[in-house]
């Protein structure tokens, strides 16, 4: 299994509810794609500003990096960058080695 996290800054308390709702529309969207297994939004509930982090789980890297690199994550990525700003993303690949 192949699995990617992303780390996002806080997000504006008034983009909230439009940043949980992009999630939901963008994981409908992912959900599609070929060795998709899941993709959960988490929320840091201590040691700092409330951030959030994706955690992602592909088949393998390949199903993830043709979902990654396809027009509709593209189009996914410029609906969400009004809410990001200047922001940078801190992004993470990880290959299950034990379950």
């Known amino acids: 299994m192949f699995v990617n996290t992303i780390e996002f800054p806080a997000i504006k ?52 990096m043709r979902m990654h690199t396809s027009p509709e994550r593209q189009h996914a990525f410029e609906r969400l960058k009004p809410l990001l700003g200047n922001a940078v993303l801190k992004v993470q690949f990880f290959e299950v080695i034990e379950d």
């Open 13 to 64: 308390p008034e983009d909230e509810l439009k940043y949980r709702e992009w999630f939901k529309w963008s994981n409908e969207m992912y959900r599609k794609f070929d060795g998709f297994i899941s993709r959960r939004l988490l929320q840091r509930t201590k040691g700092g500003e409330p951030a959030y982090v994706t955690l992602v789980e592909h088949k393998n890297e390949q199903t993830f």
